[in-house]
């Protein structure tokens, strides 16, 4: 299986901030990338697909980029509803494997 | 509305079963693959398994083969995942999710999870 890496784990940030998430696969994945969005007890969302396509709804300060093996999620200038954890997925091929998972906390 | 609300989670013991349903609303439900996603405790998300929108093709994730079963009821728009011989390690929150079929498939409608904690 392809093995998904994010960092940083943990992320401190204030309202406002721009954000950069990075997420890296042990082989390349060319652009089959995805990007949730997960809050506890709510269903996860869709941010962005094929590395760098925003979801119709998301916001625009959600934007992605990468392809082969780096892919960074970042988020121009956060917001208080952005307080979550934000988890890549690969789906190149089988098995679809995610990352551990991002989370970003208020400073 | 789009939406898929799972049920069925609980506490069991292992060995046991369990059975894990997701209804479905707003969509064509038997046009899509579905899929089963699952979170354990502090750990990421982990794919499970999926069934075809005829349910002709089914596929599996090595950890559950043997022991889980997915199905779905089209004409109920209900997935379905029979759980049996579970082990500490099948603990987690269990995710329902429809397949965008690229690849090896993306998922743009999640529900919100049931949890299913195996313990004596």
């Known amino acids: 299986d392809i093995q998904m890496t994010q960092s940083p784990s943990i992320l401190a940030a204030s309202v406002g901030d721009r954000v950069t998430i990075t997420c890296r696969a042990s082989q390349s994945v060319s652009g089959w990338l995805a990007w949730y969005q997960m809050k506890p007890g709510k269903a996860p969302i869709l941010l962005i697909s094929k590395a760098s396509n925003l979801e119709s709804g998301v916001p625009s300060r959600f934007s992605g980029s990468g392809s082969g093996t780096e892919f960074t999620l970042t988020i121009s200038s956060l917001q208080p509803d952005d307080f979550a954890t934000y988890c890549c997925q690969q789906y190149s091929v089988y098995s679809p494997t995610f990352g551990q998972g991002t989370r970003v906390d208020i400073k | 509305q789009v939406q898929l609300v799972e049920f069925g989670g609980g506490l069991v013991k292992p060995g046991g079963s369990l059975r894990l349903s997701c209804a479905a609303s707003?969509?064509?439900?038997?046009?899509?693959?579905m899929t089963w996603i699952r979170q354990a405790p502090g750990k990421g998300l982990e794919w499970v398994s999926y069934i075809s929108g005829s349910a002709t093709t089914t596929h599996y994730a090595d950890s559950v083969k043997g022991r889980f079963a997915i199905s779905r009821d089209n004409a109920k728009n209900s997935l379905y995942l029979q759980m049996n011989s579970l082990r500490g390690e099948d603990t987690a929150v269990y995710y329902c999710?429809?397949?965008?079929?690229?690849?090896?498939?993306?998922?743009?409608?999640w529900g919100q999870g049931t949890t299913v904690t195996v313990s004596s």
């Open positions: 999710a429809k397949v965008v079929p690229h690849q090896a498939g993306y998922y743009d409608v």
């Open positions: 707003g969509f064509t439900f038997s046009d899509y693959y």
